[in-house]
């Protein structure tokens, strides 16, 4: 929002010299600096204030203006160069005085943009001439302080660029007109020292790996009492997990139906899947299968490896597996890790 109505005083300013001879000044005002004391995010409130003053506008009227900001040159101490897309910019609040022929001014008006924005070498739209759908007309005078919070990414890569030395940063404003020509532009900078007092964040690792004999199930019906008790079939330590954070395990099968070569199919939630720690025996997933992930682990961290057996059955006396011909049905089921 700063930067949009920065914008918008500033296209005042920009036809009010060359159609009007109108006055207009506009000043950046650093409140402070940034200072990173921490791996987690840093957000300094209200950094930067966009000062715009237009005197003896004479009823200027300007629409479909633009404003963008980059970063010039590197953000660097003289030893690293900080990565630009970790900083960030997002409006805070504005204050007018004077007053746009009797309008209110605010961020919607203005179509500021509100979002988080990230700092990059080429241009990034605080306002574009398709949002500044708000004509500002200026009678007199007017002024208007547009206020800026700056961000900086947390994360552990932070540790890479600790230093006393402050980096410095250094971004250029772009006032355009409706057809993207470059009406005026302004230096804009801060200072900022990277010094986190806390401990880095630990980098998630975590994996899951299958033993090969479990990689392919056979499930078989062969006499009377497998379609009246049904079949099941367990994998003693099927699959092994390790995770220095919690965790989630998800289950679910590509396609709703199992199929055979004869094109004959199977619904896949008349299968049901148990899961097991293999030394504790504690059940931890009982499911129907289906396409939709549904968990079937819920851990705790353990950088040890745990083991899990499965067990695949079919419901006692289910009717989908009767009155039908001899053949081999196949699917395939993806198992899912997630860290929390």
Do not use: C
């Not at 010299?17 to 957000?43: C, I, K, M």
């Not at 030395?165 to 302004?186: A, C, D």
């Not at 990277?194 to 006499?223: C, H, Q, R, Y």
């Not at 919690?246 to 709703?256: A, D, E, F, K, Q």
């Amino acid at each position: 929002m700063y930067m949009n109505k920065f914008i918008a005083l500033l296209a005042v300013l920009i036809f009010s010299v060359a159609d009007a001879q109108t006055f207009a000044r506009l000043s950046v005002h650093n409140t402070g600096w940034v200072p990173v004391d921490t791996y987690g995010e840093t957000r300094i409130k209200n950094l930067k204030r966009f000062f715009i003053e237009v005197q003896n506008a004479n009823g200027l009227q300007m629409d479909r203006w633009s404003v963008t900001f980059r970063v010039n040159g590197s953000i660097t101490n003289g030893i690293k160069n900080f990565p630009p897309q970790k900083l960030k910019y997002q409006f805070s609040y504005l204050s007018t005085g004077g007053e746009n022929n009797g309008t209110p001014v605010n961020a919607s008006s203005l179509g500021l943009n509100t979002a988080v924005m990230p700092f990059q070498i080429s241009g990034t739209d605080i306002t574009t001439q398709s949002q500044s759908v708000y004509d500002l007309g200026i009678k007199n005078y007017f002024a208007i302080s547009l206020y800026y919070d700056v961000i900086v990414e947390a994360g552990a890569y932070l540790e890479e660029y600790k230093s006393w030395s402050n980096f410095k940063v250094n971004m250029i404003m772009e006032l355009r007109n409706r057809k993207g020509e470059l009406m005026t532009q302004i230096p804009v900078s801060f200072d900022l020292r990277i010094m986190p007092l806390d401990s880095p964040p630990t980098t998630p690792t975590f994996g899951m790996v299958f033993d090969e004999n479990a990689k392919n199930v056979l499930l078989e019906f062969k006499t009377a009492s497998d379609y009246s008790n049904g079949v099941t079939k367990t994998q003693s330590k099927a699959f092994s997990t390790f995770s220095n954070t919690p965790y989630t395990v998800r289950v679910n099968t590509i396609g709703s139906s199992l199929s055979s070569n004869s094109n004959s199919t199977l619904p896949v939630n008349a299968l049901k899947m148990e899961v097991r720690e293999n030394q504790t025996q504690l059940l931890t997933g009982n499911i129907s299968l289906s396409t939709s992930q549904q968990n079937i682990i819920s851990s705790a961290a353990h950088p040890a490896l745990k083991f899990y057996d499965i067990t695949y059955s079919t419901q006692a006396g289910d009717l989908t597996f009767f009155n039908r011909s001899y053949d081999q049905y196949s699917g395939t089921v993806v198992f899912t890790m997630i860290p929390q």
